[in-house]
């Protein structure tokens, strides 16, 4: 069956880095997209950055945070630099089957996901 396994969070300084990886099995990797998410108590799950054949980013961590991706290890790593308090969340990584009638911009959003991690607390102190 499938598995994503969230690693590396933890507690951070603001301003600091953090780097989170997510290994994937049980499924085609390279078939699929692979996403960020994260949530924060009180508010929804937000989307983060997502890879395939390209990258994107929310806005809010744009130029902050680098997501990459090793097909032939099934992994994906999200950098964080310069994080900030309101980064503290939940992150989760996420694998959704590249649908070719599905717009790339419709991966920011979680329902078009197939596959998900269990999470990992990312906690900044200011």
């Known amino acids: 069956h499938v598995q994503l396994v969230e690693s590396g969070g933890g507690l951070v300084q603001t301003g600091g880095s953090l780097g989170l990886s997510c290994a994937a099995s049980g499924l085609a990797f390279s078939d699929y997209l692979m996403g960020w998410f994260r949530h924060a108590p009180g508010k929804e799950r937000e989307f983060v950055a997502l890879i395939r054949s390209r990258t994107d980013y929310a806005d809010s961590v744009r130029g902050r945070f680098t997501v990459t991706r090793d097909d032939a290890k099934n992994t994906v790593h999200l950098q964080m630099n310069s994080v900030k308090p309101e980064d503290t969340a939940v992150y989760y990584c996420?694998?959704?089957?590249?649908?070719?009638?599905?717009?790339?911009?419709?991966?920011?959003?979680?329902?078009?996901?197939?596959?998900w991690g269990q999470g990992t607390q990312v906690t900044v102190s200011s």
């Open positions: 996420a694998a959704g089957f590249r649908r070719r009638y599905v717009a790339w911009s419709s991966y920011m959003v979680p329902s078009n996901y197939d596959y």
